[in-house]
Each structure stands twice: as structure tokens, then as C-alpha cells.
């Protein structure tokens, strides 16, 4: 345990370190942790030797976050050898229920064969303790009701107990289960499949369903909304796995979903705008990549404004809001985008009390608004921001 609270206390302690690496809280945990942070999946293509150098500018650079969740002996052999010496630098997101069978990484809810991967995984890295305990992929309301009550979660509660993880995340592609997760009262970390185009999936829809990804719509899916307002309001850290779309597909028009190229830091950007996210994790296959990625650190504003693309989109219709949340942040802390969605659902269905609850319980509302104009300027659709709250002060009365 003594391990364990000196991890903690030095991860609170980054932001002193000599960069300019900006830090957010990873929820309620009480760990800072840097704005982007570092996959595994590139571990596995080097030797040590490269793995110690990828390791080494990551974290003289201010990294201080790793997701590990592949459980090739060689990746997590290569980040163990990186982190000698630095292990009280890193705050690890290990994950639980992974083995590696068959020449072959693979998901697993056999309490013993997930005792053996963990313990393979300790092993490895060199510690006896990891900061997040991530349980392995739920993409469905099946997996997620097999999980609750099972002899796996029971296993995941002893590894905490016992102090060889600090806190339990989980990991998932689908909002309605992330959703669900959140709300269990026991889940403190979600690492979650974020980015502009997977926003737009119908249904909280999983991205890899056939279809999905043809069917985008206008704005943010309203299950995805909810998820990300009530993982804000409860401070449950967001980490976002496939920032760049997987595999890197919304960095060229020719694979990307919308039809277009954006840039890393747009799509970090697109993410980070969100309270509720903590870290991007991004793919890191080699040094170039690295030194690429931590371009964001000093990246300018003019090159994180993704709004200069969105408002090139087929989709765009003037004046309909979409509930973006590219308006965002407001001068005063309005939630732009659910006021209006609240709005638009009083204005068509009536309102209703359960509506005037979600309303009430928002950290502030549209009769706050100054007119300062400063969303106007950010918004690709054109709405009149102004006199959407003033509809909504009229209708909500307040």
C-alpha cells in the first residue's frame, strides 16, 4: 500500500515537472492525469531498447498516463523495461480479463485464466500495484448484466481490497452500456471510443455494427449526451481510445467516416472540449509518431479549431442546432447544447415535468446568458444562440 500512495502522490505532482503539458483530473480518483497519454499496441512492433527511448521522451514531455490492455508478453515485457527506474512517474490503466492464448491476445471472464493474466501482468511491468483496474470490453447489455453479480466482479473487488489496483474502470464501445456503468455507483473510470465521427452513431449504436458507420446522423447521439453530462455532473473520468478514429481513419478523406481529413489536434481538441474527458490515449506506433503527437502541447488555437471544418459538411443546416457542443465552452458555464435540447423537445412535445426536472438541475441556466456573443462565433450551423435562451428562460423560467 505504501507504493501505491507514493504513485498517487507523485502523479499529483506532474504538473511541476518542466513542461508545458496541461493536466486534468481523472474524475473523483484524485490522480492529475497529462491531456494525452500513451497506447500500448506500439510495444509490441519494437524491441527494448526502442521501447526504453518511446518511454523515455514520453515522459520527459510530461506523459504520465499508459493504457495496457493487450496481453502479448512482449508489449507488456517492453513497458516494464521502459518503466524501470520511473515506475512512480506513469499512472497505469492495466486491464482485467485479458490473456494472451494461442499466439493471440483474448477477452476473458474465467476468474482463474484472468488471476493468471493479472498476475502476468504485474509480473511484467515490474510492480505490485496498477492505479486503474480496467475491466476488458462490455459492448452489450447481455455482457454487462453477466458481468453484475459474477465471480469475475468478485475477483476485481479483491484486487482492489487487496490494494493491487486503486480503482476500477471498465471499457466499452457502446454508449448505452458505458451509460449503464456509469450509473452503477461502482465504476470510477470508463475508457470510452470517442471522436467526431463516432459522436454521430445512431442509437448509441457500437461502431463496429454493419451499417453503423453509413448511417451517421447531424448531431451528437442523444445516449452519447446523456453519458457524457452525467459522467460531468458525477465526475466519472472519461479516457478516449480511437481519438483518431481507429486506426487513424479520420486523418484521411479517402477512409474517414465524414468524408474529409482532419488533423490529430483537431480530433484531440474535438475530445478534450468535453469536462468529463480526462486523457486522449492515442496510438503510438514509433518515435516519429510520438514527437507528431506531442505536437499538441504547443499547438496553436487556429490549429485545434475543428469548427473550420465541421461548417463544411453536407449536413450542415443553418440555424438547426445539432447539439454539437462545438458552441462550447460558454463565458458563464451555460451547457449551450442541452439547454437547446431541452428546449426543442419542450418546444414540440410540450413541456413536461420531467423535462423541467433536467432543466432545473443543470449548473446553470439560459437566463444567465450575457449576449456576449462568444458562441456565435464557434457554432458551424448558424444558430441564433441568444434566442434560444431567451425561449428557454421564457419557457423554464429561469
Known sequence: MAALCLAAVSCKQQPEKKTDMKYRPLGNTGLMVSEISIGCGGFEKIDSAASLELMTVALDSGMNYIDIYDANPKTRSNIGYALQGRRDEMIIQGHIGTVYKDGQHSRTRDVEETRQGFEDLLARLGTDHIEVGMIHIADSRQEWEELENSPFLEYVFQLKEEGKIKHIGISSHNAEVALLAAKSGWIEVIMFSLNI??????????????????????????????????????????????????????????????????????????????????????????????????HWIHATEAEKDYNAMAKNEATKQPGDCTYCNHCSPCNVGIPIAKVTELLDKATNEGLTPELQAQYDALPHHAGECTDCGACLSRCPFEVDIPSKMDKAKEIFGK
Not at 220 to 230: A, H, K, S, T
Request: contains cysteine; proline residues 5%.
Open 197 to 294: 465521427a463516432f459522436d454521430r452513431l445512431q442509437g448509441g449504436a457500437t461502431p463496429w455494427q454493419k451499417g453503423a458507420m453509413e448511417n451517421l446522423q447531424a448531431g451528437i447521439d442523444p445516449i452519447r449526451m446523456e453519458l457524457y453530462d452525467y459522467c460531468a455532473t458525477h465526475k466519472i473520468g472519461i479516457t478516449v481510445m480511437k481519438t483518431f478514429g481507429g486506426g487513424g481513419k479520420l486523418l484521411d478523406a479517402k477512409t474517414s467516416p465524414l468524408g474529409m481529413a482532419y488533423t490529430p489536434e483537431q480530433c484531440i481538441a474535438y475530445c478534450l472540449a468535453k469536462p468529463c474527458i480526462a486523457t486522449c490515449i492515442l496510438g503510438i506506433d514509433n518515435l516519429d509518431e510520438l514527437k507528431a503527437d506531442l
